[in-house]
Protein backbone atom coordinates (compact mmCIF):
# COMPACT_ATOMS: atom_id res chain seq x y z
CA UNK A 1 0.00 0.00 0.00
CA UNK A 2 2.92 2.45 0.11
CA UNK A 3 2.98 4.68 -2.88
CA UNK A 4 6.86 6.14 -4.26
CA UNK A 5 6.63 9.14 -7.37
CA UNK A 6 9.31 10.44 -9.55
CA UNK A 7 9.94 12.87 -11.94
CA UNK A 8 8.90 16.06 -13.17
CA UNK A 9 7.81 18.27 -10.21
CA UNK A 10 6.52 21.77 -11.64
CA UNK A 11 2.92 21.18 -10.62
CA UNK A 12 3.94 19.28 -7.20
CA UNK A 13 3.63 15.87 -8.84
CA UNK A 14 5.65 13.81 -6.35
CA UNK A 15 4.11 15.40 -3.07
CA UNK A 16 2.56 12.39 -1.85
CA UNK A 17 5.86 10.52 -2.08
CA UNK A 18 4.78 8.46 1.09
CA UNK A 19 1.44 8.02 0.65
CA UNK A 20 0.07 4.92 2.61
CA UNK A 21 -2.83 3.03 1.79
CA UNK A 22 -3.41 3.48 -1.36
CA UNK A 23 -5.34 1.63 -3.60
CA UNK A 24 -4.86 2.88 -7.29
CA UNK A 25 -2.27 4.67 -9.41
CA UNK A 26 -1.96 6.92 -12.81
CA UNK A 27 0.78 8.88 -14.52
CA UNK A 28 0.41 11.22 -16.96
CA UNK A 29 3.24 12.92 -19.00
CA UNK A 30 3.98 15.78 -17.11
CA UNK A 31 2.32 14.66 -14.10
CA UNK A 32 1.60 11.84 -11.36
CA UNK A 33 -2.01 11.06 -9.50
CA UNK A 34 0.29 9.94 -6.73
CA UNK A 35 -0.02 14.04 -5.61
CA UNK A 36 -3.52 13.27 -4.39
CA UNK A 37 -2.34 10.72 -2.04
CA UNK A 38 -0.31 13.34 -0.58
CA UNK A 39 -3.37 16.06 0.15
CA UNK A 40 -5.65 15.42 3.03
CA UNK A 41 -8.43 13.67 1.26
CA UNK A 42 -10.29 10.62 2.86
CA UNK A 43 -12.33 7.67 1.14
CA UNK A 44 -10.81 7.82 -2.69
CA UNK A 45 -12.04 5.08 -4.72
CA UNK A 46 -10.35 5.44 -7.78
CA UNK A 47 -8.02 8.26 -9.66
CA UNK A 48 -6.90 9.02 -12.75
CA UNK A 49 -4.36 11.40 -14.93
CA UNK A 50 -4.26 12.36 -18.11
CA UNK A 51 -1.43 13.20 -21.01
CA UNK A 52 -1.46 16.62 -19.85
CA UNK A 53 -1.21 18.43 -16.88
CA UNK A 54 -4.06 17.35 -14.37
CA UNK A 55 -5.63 14.83 -12.05
CA UNK A 56 -8.38 13.55 -10.94
CA UNK A 57 -9.82 11.70 -7.72
CA UNK A 58 -13.18 10.18 -7.24
CA UNK A 59 -14.08 9.99 -3.31
CA UNK A 60 -16.74 7.53 -2.09
CA UNK A 61 -19.41 9.63 -1.69
CA UNK A 62 -19.60 10.92 -5.63
CA UNK A 63 -17.67 13.93 -5.27
CA UNK A 64 -14.67 14.66 -7.62
CA UNK A 65 -11.17 16.59 -6.76
CA UNK A 66 -9.10 17.69 -9.40
CA UNK A 67 -5.36 19.49 -9.12
CA UNK A 68 -2.55 20.39 -11.69
CA UNK A 69 -3.55 22.83 -14.52
CA UNK A 70 -6.30 25.05 -13.36
CA UNK A 71 -6.62 26.43 -16.92
CA UNK A 72 -8.91 23.34 -17.86
CA UNK A 73 -11.30 23.62 -15.25
CA UNK A 74 -11.40 27.54 -15.51
CA UNK A 75 -10.32 27.19 -11.95
CA UNK A 76 -6.82 28.46 -10.03
CA UNK A 77 -4.09 25.94 -10.66
CA UNK A 78 -4.08 23.68 -7.55
CA UNK A 79 -6.32 21.17 -5.62
CA UNK A 80 -10.51 22.24 -6.57
CA UNK A 81 -13.99 20.23 -5.81
CA UNK A 82 -15.19 19.94 -8.95
CA UNK A 83 -18.79 19.64 -9.45
CA UNK A 84 -20.28 16.94 -12.28
CA UNK A 85 -21.34 18.28 -15.42
CA UNK A 86 -24.89 17.71 -14.18
CA UNK A 87 -26.58 17.56 -11.52
CA UNK A 88 -25.41 14.22 -9.26
CA UNK A 89 -22.65 12.45 -8.19
CA UNK A 90 -20.28 10.90 -10.23
CA UNK A 91 -19.34 7.09 -10.72
CA UNK A 92 -16.88 7.41 -13.22
CA UNK A 93 -13.72 9.62 -13.77
CA UNK A 94 -11.18 10.18 -16.79
CA UNK A 95 -8.62 12.52 -16.98
CA UNK A 96 -8.13 12.95 -20.54
CA UNK A 97 -5.03 15.03 -22.41
CA UNK A 98 -6.71 18.30 -22.70
CA UNK A 99 -10.35 17.81 -21.51
CA UNK A 100 -12.32 15.46 -18.47
CA UNK A 101 -15.10 13.04 -18.68
CA UNK A 102 -16.98 12.57 -15.28
CA UNK A 103 -20.09 10.32 -15.16
CA UNK A 104 -22.20 11.08 -12.98
CA UNK A 105 -25.50 9.91 -11.35
CA UNK A 106 -29.01 10.95 -9.18
CA UNK A 107 -28.47 7.98 -6.86
CA UNK A 108 -27.75 8.97 -3.51
CA UNK A 109 -28.42 5.17 -2.07
CA UNK A 110 -25.84 3.45 0.23
CA UNK A 111 -27.61 0.38 1.18
CA UNK A 112 -24.72 -1.07 3.44
CA UNK A 113 -23.73 2.20 5.01
CA UNK A 114 -20.05 1.99 4.15
CA UNK A 115 -19.60 5.53 3.03
CA UNK A 116 -19.94 4.33 -0.86
CA UNK A 117 -22.69 5.31 -2.93
CA UNK A 118 -24.05 1.64 -4.65
CA UNK A 119 -23.48 3.08 -7.95
CA UNK A 120 -20.12 3.68 -7.10
CA UNK A 121 -18.72 0.46 -5.89
CA UNK A 122 -20.62 -1.95 -8.55
CA UNK A 123 -18.51 0.55 -10.85
CA UNK A 124 -15.57 0.20 -9.25
CA UNK A 125 -16.15 -3.72 -9.05
CA UNK A 126 -15.84 -3.24 -4.65
CA UNK A 127 -19.07 -5.22 -4.33
CA UNK A 128 -21.23 -7.50 -6.56
CA UNK A 129 -24.23 -7.05 -8.71
CA UNK A 130 -25.56 -10.56 -10.17
CA UNK A 131 -28.69 -9.55 -11.58
CA UNK A 132 -28.05 -6.44 -12.61
CA UNK A 133 -30.65 -4.21 -10.80
CA UNK A 134 -27.90 -1.45 -9.31
CA UNK A 135 -28.25 -2.79 -5.86
CA UNK A 136 -25.43 -4.88 -4.20
CA UNK A 137 -25.68 -8.27 -3.59
CA UNK A 138 -25.24 -7.58 0.29
CA UNK A 139 -28.42 -5.53 0.82
CA UNK A 140 -30.65 -8.00 -1.29
CA UNK A 141 -29.96 -10.72 1.35
CA UNK A 142 -32.26 -11.37 4.23
CA UNK A 143 -28.90 -12.65 6.92
CA UNK A 144 -26.12 -10.41 7.39
CA UNK A 145 -22.93 -11.99 9.71
CA UNK A 146 -21.04 -10.34 12.25
CA UNK A 147 -17.95 -10.12 11.46
CA UNK A 148 -17.65 -11.97 8.29
CA UNK A 149 -19.92 -9.83 6.51
CA UNK A 150 -19.74 -6.14 8.58
CA UNK A 151 -17.18 -5.95 11.38
CA UNK A 152 -19.68 -4.76 13.89
CA UNK A 153 -23.23 -5.06 15.34
CA UNK A 154 -23.90 -1.74 14.47
CA UNK A 155 -22.76 -1.99 11.16
CA UNK A 156 -25.12 -4.53 9.76
CA UNK A 157 -27.85 -2.65 11.28
CA UNK A 158 -27.00 0.54 9.59
CA UNK A 159 -26.51 -1.08 6.44
CA UNK A 160 -30.35 -2.70 6.58
CA UNK A 161 -32.47 -0.78 4.68
CA UNK A 162 -35.59 1.17 5.76
CA UNK A 163 -38.74 -0.77 5.41
CA UNK A 164 -37.03 -4.74 5.13
CA UNK A 165 -36.56 -7.23 7.53
CA UNK A 166 -33.13 -8.36 8.43
CA UNK A 167 -31.73 -11.06 10.49
CA UNK A 168 -28.61 -10.43 11.62
CA UNK A 169 -26.56 -13.52 12.82
CA UNK A 170 -23.24 -12.80 15.29
CA UNK A 171 -20.59 -14.87 15.97
CA UNK A 172 -19.36 -16.39 18.80
CA UNK A 173 -17.05 -14.24 20.39
CA UNK A 174 -16.86 -11.35 22.90
CA UNK A 175 -17.51 -8.06 21.30
CA UNK A 176 -16.89 -3.96 23.11
CA UNK A 177 -19.61 -2.03 21.58
CA UNK A 178 -22.98 -0.81 21.80
CA UNK A 179 -25.80 -1.14 19.17
CA UNK A 180 -28.89 0.79 18.78
CA UNK A 181 -31.71 -1.06 16.40
CA UNK A 182 -32.44 2.68 15.66
CA UNK A 183 -36.25 1.54 14.66
CA UNK A 184 -35.14 -1.18 12.22
CA UNK A 185 -37.06 -4.58 11.43
CA UNK A 186 -34.01 -6.47 12.35
CA UNK A 187 -33.02 -9.48 14.56
CA UNK A 188 -29.31 -9.71 16.21
CA UNK A 189 -28.97 -13.49 17.14
CA UNK A 190 -25.97 -14.83 18.78
CA UNK A 191 -24.96 -18.19 18.73
CA UNK A 192 -26.48 -20.81 21.00
CA UNK A 193 -24.81 -21.55 24.54
CA UNK A 194 -24.15 -17.71 26.10
CA UNK A 195 -21.43 -17.96 23.24
CA UNK A 196 -21.90 -14.26 21.77
CA UNK A 197 -20.79 -11.86 24.47
CA UNK A 198 -21.51 -8.19 24.15
CA UNK A 199 -19.40 -6.51 26.80
CA UNK A 200 -19.86 -2.54 27.51
CA UNK A 201 -16.62 -2.18 29.56
CA UNK A 202 -15.86 1.38 29.00
CA UNK A 203 -18.80 2.59 26.96
CA UNK A 204 -20.91 5.56 27.85
CA UNK A 205 -24.42 4.43 27.32
CA UNK A 206 -26.61 1.26 27.21
CA UNK A 207 -25.06 -1.78 25.84
CA UNK A 208 -28.10 -2.25 23.43
CA UNK A 209 -30.41 -0.18 22.85
CA UNK A 210 -34.10 0.12 21.03
CA UNK A 211 -34.56 3.16 20.08
CA UNK A 212 -38.19 3.61 18.92
CA UNK A 213 -40.77 2.49 16.65
CA UNK A 214 -39.52 -1.29 16.00
CA UNK A 215 -42.26 -3.50 14.96
CA UNK A 216 -42.63 -6.72 17.32
CA UNK A 217 -40.77 -8.57 14.56
CA UNK A 218 -37.61 -6.87 15.48
CA UNK A 219 -35.36 -7.98 19.00
CA UNK A 220 -32.15 -9.27 20.03
CA UNK A 221 -31.77 -12.92 20.82
CA UNK A 222 -29.12 -15.63 22.48
CA UNK A 223 -27.10 -12.33 23.85
CA UNK A 224 -24.98 -12.24 26.76
CA UNK A 225 -25.30 -8.37 27.56
CA UNK A 226 -22.69 -8.01 30.62
CA UNK A 227 -20.61 -4.55 32.47
CA UNK A 228 -23.15 -2.04 31.66
CA UNK A 229 -22.33 0.41 34.04
CA UNK A 230 -23.64 3.59 32.54
CA UNK A 231 -27.16 3.42 31.10
CA UNK A 232 -28.56 6.34 28.66
CA UNK A 233 -30.20 9.53 29.72
CA UNK A 234 -34.14 9.09 29.66
CA UNK A 235 -34.21 12.61 28.32
CA UNK A 236 -31.26 14.79 27.74
CA UNK A 237 -31.32 17.04 30.98
CA UNK A 238 -32.11 14.33 32.83
CA UNK A 239 -29.83 13.80 36.20
CA UNK A 240 -29.96 9.90 36.08
CA UNK A 241 -29.67 7.08 33.78
CA UNK A 242 -31.36 4.02 32.74
CA UNK A 243 -30.89 0.26 31.63
CA UNK A 244 -27.05 -0.70 32.09
CA UNK A 245 -27.82 -3.39 29.65
CA UNK A 246 -30.50 -2.68 27.81
CA UNK A 247 -32.86 0.58 27.03
CA UNK A 248 -35.96 0.64 24.91
CA UNK A 249 -38.38 3.30 24.58
CA UNK A 250 -41.26 3.04 22.90
CA UNK A 251 -40.68 0.15 21.06
CA UNK A 252 -42.33 -3.14 20.38
CA UNK A 253 -39.11 -5.52 20.01
CA UNK A 254 -38.78 -8.44 21.70
CA UNK A 255 -35.84 -10.12 24.17
CA UNK A 256 -35.28 -13.67 24.01
CA UNK A 257 -33.29 -16.36 25.33
CA UNK A 258 -30.45 -13.75 26.60
CA UNK A 259 -28.50 -13.44 29.72
CA UNK A 260 -27.71 -9.81 31.75
CA UNK A 261 -25.15 -10.06 33.88
CA UNK A 262 -23.27 -7.75 35.51
CA UNK A 263 -25.00 -4.16 34.73
CA UNK A 264 -25.45 -1.06 36.53
CA UNK A 265 -27.58 2.05 36.52
CA UNK A 266 -29.65 3.99 38.72
CA UNK A 267 -32.60 2.82 36.85
CA UNK A 268 -32.83 -0.74 35.51
CA UNK A 269 -29.59 -2.22 35.99
CA UNK A 270 -29.73 -5.35 33.52
CA UNK A 271 -32.90 -3.08 31.44
CA UNK A 272 -35.40 -0.22 31.72
CA UNK A 273 -38.18 -0.95 29.48
CA UNK A 274 -40.08 2.96 28.95
CA UNK A 275 -43.57 2.91 27.23
CA UNK A 276 -42.93 0.17 25.49
CA UNK A 277 -45.02 -3.28 24.30
CA UNK A 278 -41.55 -5.96 24.98
CA UNK A 279 -41.79 -9.30 25.33
CA UNK A 280 -39.11 -11.19 27.77
CA UNK A 281 -38.70 -15.15 27.31
CA UNK A 282 -36.25 -17.33 28.20
CA UNK A 283 -33.92 -14.68 29.91
CA UNK A 284 -31.54 -14.60 32.52
CA UNK A 285 -30.85 -11.45 35.00
CA UNK A 286 -28.12 -12.22 37.11
CA UNK A 287 -25.83 -9.85 39.44
CA UNK A 288 -27.00 -6.33 38.29
CA UNK A 289 -27.47 -3.29 40.35
CA UNK A 290 -29.64 -0.20 40.36
CA UNK A 291 -28.31 2.28 42.61
CA UNK A 292 -32.33 4.03 42.96
CA UNK A 293 -34.42 1.03 41.57
CA UNK A 294 -35.02 -2.26 39.54
CA UNK A 295 -32.25 -4.06 40.05
CA UNK A 296 -32.51 -7.10 37.34
CA UNK A 297 -35.48 -5.04 35.18
CA UNK A 298 -37.68 -2.17 35.67
CA UNK A 299 -40.92 -1.39 33.44
CA UNK A 300 -42.41 2.35 33.13
CA UNK A 301 -45.48 2.68 31.75
CA UNK A 302 -45.25 -0.82 29.76
CA UNK A 303 -46.82 -4.04 29.20
CA UNK A 304 -45.66 -7.55 27.86
CA UNK A 305 -45.34 -11.20 29.15
CA UNK A 306 -42.23 -12.01 30.95
CA UNK A 307 -42.00 -15.51 30.98
CA UNK A 308 -39.59 -18.29 31.64
CA UNK A 309 -36.71 -16.10 33.05
CA UNK A 310 -34.96 -15.91 36.20
CA UNK A 311 -34.07 -13.18 38.39
CA UNK A 312 -30.73 -14.04 40.06
CA UNK A 313 -28.56 -12.03 42.83
CA UNK A 314 -29.59 -9.02 41.67
CA UNK A 315 -29.97 -5.84 44.37
CA UNK A 316 -31.12 -2.32 44.49
CA UNK A 317 -31.36 0.42 47.03
CA UNK A 318 -29.72 1.12 49.46
CA UNK A 319 -32.69 2.19 50.73
CA UNK A 320 -35.94 3.98 50.33
CA UNK A 321 -39.46 2.27 49.51
CA UNK A 322 -39.75 1.11 46.04
CA UNK A 323 -36.35 0.06 45.25
CA UNK A 324 -37.08 -3.06 44.03
CA UNK A 325 -33.72 -4.96 43.46
CA UNK A 326 -35.14 -7.61 41.24
CA UNK A 327 -37.89 -6.40 39.06
CA UNK A 328 -40.78 -3.25 39.36
CA UNK A 329 -43.78 -2.85 37.06
CA UNK A 330 -44.67 1.20 37.32
CA UNK A 331 -48.04 1.37 35.36
CA UNK A 332 -48.81 -0.23 32.36
CA UNK A 333 -48.72 0.79 28.44
CA UNK A 334 -52.46 1.26 28.04
CA UNK A 335 -54.58 1.71 30.74
CA UNK A 336 -55.59 -1.50 32.53
CA UNK A 337 -52.84 -3.56 30.72
CA UNK A 338 -51.59 -6.27 32.08
CA UNK A 339 -47.72 -7.31 32.56
CA UNK A 340 -48.10 -10.78 33.06
CA UNK A 341 -45.05 -12.78 34.33
CA UNK A 342 -44.96 -16.67 34.07
CA UNK A 343 -43.02 -19.55 34.98
CA UNK A 344 -40.68 -17.30 36.46
CA UNK A 345 -38.06 -17.57 39.66
CA UNK A 346 -36.73 -14.33 41.54
CA UNK A 347 -34.13 -15.59 44.36
CA UNK A 348 -31.01 -14.12 46.16
CA UNK A 349 -31.90 -10.24 45.50
CA UNK A 350 -30.83 -7.61 47.94
CA UNK A 351 -32.70 -4.73 49.00
CA UNK A 352 -32.28 -1.72 51.27
CA UNK A 353 -34.95 -0.43 53.61
CA UNK A 354 -38.65 -0.83 52.91
CA UNK A 355 -37.80 -2.50 49.65
CA UNK A 356 -38.34 -6.05 48.27
CA UNK A 357 -37.39 -7.62 45.16
CA UNK A 358 -40.28 -7.56 43.57
CA UNK A 359 -42.68 -4.35 43.72
CA UNK A 360 -46.00 -3.22 41.41
CA UNK A 361 -45.93 0.44 41.97
CA UNK A 362 -49.24 1.82 40.18
CA UNK A 363 -49.53 5.18 39.91
CA UNK A 364 -52.82 6.17 40.16
CA UNK A 365 -53.72 9.87 40.62
CA UNK A 366 -49.87 11.13 39.64
CA UNK A 367 -50.80 11.32 35.75
CA UNK A 368 -49.59 7.72 35.00
CA UNK A 369 -51.65 5.27 33.67
CA UNK A 370 -52.93 2.49 35.77
CA UNK A 371 -51.86 -1.14 35.35
CA UNK A 372 -52.56 -4.74 36.31
CA UNK A 373 -49.28 -7.15 37.51
CA UNK A 374 -50.14 -10.95 37.35
CA UNK A 375 -47.62 -13.03 38.52
CA UNK A 376 -48.85 -16.86 37.28
CA UNK A 377 -46.73 -20.20 38.40
CA UNK A 378 -43.55 -18.24 39.51
CA UNK A 379 -41.00 -18.67 42.58
CA UNK A 380 -40.41 -15.66 44.78
CA UNK A 381 -37.95 -17.35 47.55
CA UNK A 382 -34.96 -16.15 49.11
CA UNK A 383 -35.14 -12.65 48.84
CA UNK A 384 -34.06 -10.05 51.74
CA UNK A 385 -34.27 -6.18 52.54
CA UNK A 386 -33.33 -4.80 55.48
CA UNK A 387 -37.24 -3.96 56.12
CA UNK A 388 -39.95 -4.09 54.56
CA UNK A 389 -40.93 -7.13 52.44
CA UNK A 390 -38.21 -9.18 50.81
CA UNK A 391 -40.46 -11.23 48.64
CA UNK A 392 -43.33 -8.37 47.04
CA UNK A 393 -44.66 -5.15 47.75
CA UNK A 394 -47.63 -3.59 46.11
CA UNK A 395 -47.75 -0.22 46.19
CA UNK A 396 -51.36 0.49 44.72
CA UNK A 397 -54.82 -0.72 44.89
CA UNK A 398 -55.99 -4.41 45.33
CA UNK A 399 -56.59 -4.91 42.21
CA UNK A 400 -52.59 -4.10 40.92
CA UNK A 401 -51.09 -7.43 41.88
CA UNK A 402 -52.64 -11.08 41.41
CA UNK A 403 -51.02 -13.93 41.72
CA UNK A 404 -52.07 -17.20 40.25
CA UNK A 405 -51.54 -20.46 38.72
CA UNK A 406 -48.94 -22.02 41.34
CA UNK A 407 -47.42 -19.11 42.57
CA UNK A 408 -45.44 -19.55 45.19
CA UNK A 409 -43.93 -16.74 47.81
CA UNK A 410 -42.21 -17.95 50.90
CA UNK A 411 -38.77 -17.91 52.64
CA UNK A 412 -38.01 -14.25 52.00
CA UNK A 413 -37.05 -12.19 54.80
CA UNK A 414 -38.13 -9.97 56.62
CA UNK A 415 -41.61 -10.93 55.21
CA UNK A 416 -43.05 -12.40 51.59
CA UNK A 417 -45.69 -9.72 51.02
CA UNK A 418 -46.35 -6.52 52.23
CA UNK A 419 -49.77 -4.56 50.05
CA UNK A 420 -53.27 -5.27 48.71
CA UNK A 421 -53.21 -8.08 46.42
CA UNK A 422 -55.84 -10.61 44.81
CA UNK A 423 -55.35 -14.61 44.75
CA UNK A 424 -56.85 -16.71 42.15
CA UNK A 425 -56.70 -20.35 42.09
CA UNK A 426 -53.75 -22.46 43.53
CA UNK A 427 -51.40 -19.93 45.27
CA UNK A 428 -48.61 -20.54 48.70
CA UNK A 429 -47.90 -17.02 50.54
CA UNK A 430 -45.99 -17.90 53.41
CA UNK A 431 -47.07 -15.08 55.85
CA UNK A 432 -49.72 -15.13 58.93
CA UNK A 433 -52.38 -13.90 56.09
CA UNK A 434 -55.21 -13.63 58.83
CA UNK A 435 -53.28 -10.87 60.83
CA UNK A 436 -54.49 -8.22 59.24
CA UNK A 437 -52.88 -5.37 61.79
CA UNK A 438 -49.55 -6.71 60.65
CA UNK A 439 -49.10 -7.11 64.88
CA UNK A 440 -47.40 -10.28 64.75
CA UNK A 441 -50.71 -12.19 66.34
CA UNK A 442 -54.26 -12.93 65.20
CA UNK A 443 -56.68 -11.29 67.98
CA UNK A 444 -59.65 -9.05 68.35
CA UNK A 445 -58.00 -6.56 66.44
CA UNK A 446 -58.14 -8.60 63.04
CA UNK A 447 -61.05 -9.94 63.95
CA UNK A 448 -62.68 -5.88 64.08
CA UNK A 449 -60.78 -5.52 60.86
CA UNK A 450 -63.04 -8.13 59.17
CA UNK A 451 -66.39 -7.01 60.35
CA UNK A 452 -65.46 -3.60 59.85
CA UNK A 453 -64.89 -3.75 56.50
CA UNK A 454 -68.35 -6.54 55.65
CA UNK A 455 -68.86 -6.84 51.97
CA UNK A 456 -67.04 -6.11 48.56
CA UNK A 457 -63.23 -5.65 49.55
CA UNK A 458 -62.27 -1.90 49.40
CA UNK A 459 -59.24 -0.60 47.31
CA UNK A 460 -57.09 -1.31 49.55
CA UNK A 461 -58.28 -4.71 50.50
CA UNK A 462 -58.75 -4.49 54.32
CA UNK A 463 -60.06 -7.05 56.18
CA UNK A 464 -59.80 -9.22 53.47
CA UNK A 465 -57.73 -12.41 54.63
CA UNK A 466 -58.04 -14.23 52.21
CA UNK A 467 -57.63 -11.96 48.78
CA UNK A 468 -60.39 -12.80 46.76
CA UNK A 469 -61.99 -9.23 46.81
CA UNK A 470 -64.68 -9.69 48.96
CA UNK A 471 -65.16 -9.38 52.72
CA UNK A 472 -67.11 -12.40 54.35
CA UNK A 473 -67.35 -15.69 56.31
CA UNK A 474 -64.62 -17.24 54.94
CA UNK A 475 -62.41 -14.44 56.01
CA UNK A 476 -64.09 -14.82 59.35
CA UNK A 477 -63.48 -18.32 59.52
CA UNK A 478 -59.57 -17.87 58.17
CA UNK A 479 -59.36 -15.59 61.35
CA UNK A 480 -60.88 -17.85 63.60
CA UNK A 481 -58.54 -20.52 62.72
CA UNK A 482 -55.33 -18.23 62.96
CA UNK A 483 -56.39 -17.15 66.37
CA UNK A 484 -53.04 -16.34 68.62
CA UNK A 485 -49.44 -15.46 68.09
CA UNK A 486 -48.34 -15.55 63.93
CA UNK A 487 -45.87 -18.72 62.92
Same mark, same amino acid.
Given at each position: ????????????????????????? $??????????????????????????????????????VVAWGAGSLFNTPQGQ??????????????????????????? $????????????????? %?????????????????????????????????????????????????????????????????????????????????????????????????????????????????????????????????????????? $???????????????????????????????????????????????????????????????????????????????????????????????????????????????????????????????????????????????????????????? %??????????????????????????????????????????????????????????????????????
Amino acid at each position: GVVRAWGGNDLGQCGGSNADGSIDI $SGGTHLRVVRILGQPLDNVVAISSGGGYHGMALRANGTVVAWGAGSLFNTPQGQTTVPPATAGRAVAIDAGYVHSYIQTTT $STTDCNANGMIDCVEIA %LGVTADTDGNSVPDICESTTFRVPLDFPTIQAAIDATPAGTARTILVAAGTYNEAFSLNGKNVVVRGAPSNATIVDGTGLTTSVARFSGGEPATAGIENLVIRNGTVGSLIFPSASFRVGGGLYAANSSAYVKNCRFE $SNRSNFGGGAYIYRSSTSIDGCQFVSNIASSEGGGLQLFESSGPIANSSFTGNSAGPAGAGAASAFKVVGARTAGGVVLVSNCTVQSSIGGADTAAVEMFEIAGSGGTEGILRLSNTLISGNSASTGAGGLRVVGTQRSVVLTGGTSICSNSPRNV %LGPFLIEGSVTVCDCLADLTLDGAVNGADLGAVLAAWGAASANGVGDANHDGFVNGADLAQVLAAWGACQ
